[in-house]
């Protein structure tokens, strides 16, 4: 079987795999694995995504399919939580980001981290502060931000300022005196940058997409997520697209959601009727046996109560 390299056709390869964040930050594709993809007998060069098919398969003894079965397996794994097959594929980031979002990187304990260290480096000359943009607290949720409404911070990006320069004099002092590296970094703000390498596997890092995407997230880190997730989008792009379509944009009702649901439709809406040109509209478009039966059956159990009395 023929091979390529999956990072030659990359669409950010002249960019040196690298996404702005920033006047400053950044993110990196460092390497990806499976780095080296097959090419089929159908000369089709295949994605990252053929090493969770590959592993799903094992079990059967069997290995690559049609690309069209290769994606329904793929589809099948991600909607049925079948998470380990994607525990094959390994992501290793560069990232270059202020000590506050670095932060929250490192809760991620499922990722393999180093980070540049501040102990063994003199930073005098290459400190660097991020500044952000002012953002007003948001009323309906404690620890969110929107847009800035507040003319009374106009002057917060003057002052940050000045501090930022006063702490890079403090510590410049210092060092230049004989104050140890890791003393010295007392000084230094939030906004510090700092540099980490960030590897996960694939299942462990759709899990940190899904948390730190979301628009519950501080702004930062989701302007790092988004990034990343653009990165490995051409590396795995039938497991990005399902995971999009069955956790990301995926809506998911509690059972005490679905009994207020299914009362509402048992007061307001033929069941039977409405039932019935689902399934039409299904047939009328081009869905798989499964995907129909799937819905169907889902739409079944969300008006079971009405259902039952109608
Ligand atoms: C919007 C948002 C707000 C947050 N606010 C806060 C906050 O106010 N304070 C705060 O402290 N944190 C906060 N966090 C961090 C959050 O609690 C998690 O620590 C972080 O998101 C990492 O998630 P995780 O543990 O699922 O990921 P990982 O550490 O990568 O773990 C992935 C999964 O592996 C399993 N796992 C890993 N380690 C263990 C373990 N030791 N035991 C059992 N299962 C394990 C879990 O299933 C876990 O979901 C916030 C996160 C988000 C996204």
Redesign the pocket.
Known sequence: MKHHDILESHPFKNEDFKIKIHEKGYVQLENVSPRICPIDSNNIKRTGDYIAVKAARVSFGSGLKSIEEDDRLIEFLMKNNHTSPFEQADITFVIKAPFFVVK?FL?????QVNEQSFRYTDMSEKLEFYYPDMRSKSLNNK?SSVKNICDENENFQIEMKEVFEEDTNIYTKAIKNGCAQEVARCVLPQSTYTTLIFKQNLH?LL??FY??T?E???LEIREYANAMLKLIMPVFPKTIECFINHRIDCVKFSKKESEILSNLFKDNIDITHLRKKLIELLDSESHSKSFKEGLVFRFDKLCENSNKKN
């Open positions: 929250q809760r991620h304990r499922t990722a620890q462990n899990h940190f948390l730190r979301d519950t997230a501080q």
